[in-house]
């Protein structure tokens, strides 16, 4: 399976089963600040790079994904 297709499918993943939305729009900070979660925000803040580079990030920082969504009053959490 193409890393683009295994991105989608565990964003999507993300999303459905922990209420995360992972993004690389920065509009979404304010959003969350204002509204808090659902949904709990992932904003990926690398600029200008390819769908490895963000496979790579998520693996690398998986404990902190982990501990951001067990967070109950977390909702935004910057990844770069």
Known sequence: QPVAA???DFAVKLLVDHNLSVTKDVDFHPRSLVLGAP???VW???GN???D???TLL???HQELVTFEQDVE???LALA
């Open 6 to 8: 295994s991105f989608v």
């Open 53 to 55: 580079d963000v496979v």
């Open 44 to 46: 990926i803040a690398l």
């Open 74 to 76: 977390a909702a935004f």
């Open 49 to 51: 790079c390819s769908t």
């Open 39 to 41: 949904p709990k925000v």
């Open 59 to 61: 693996r690398q920082r």
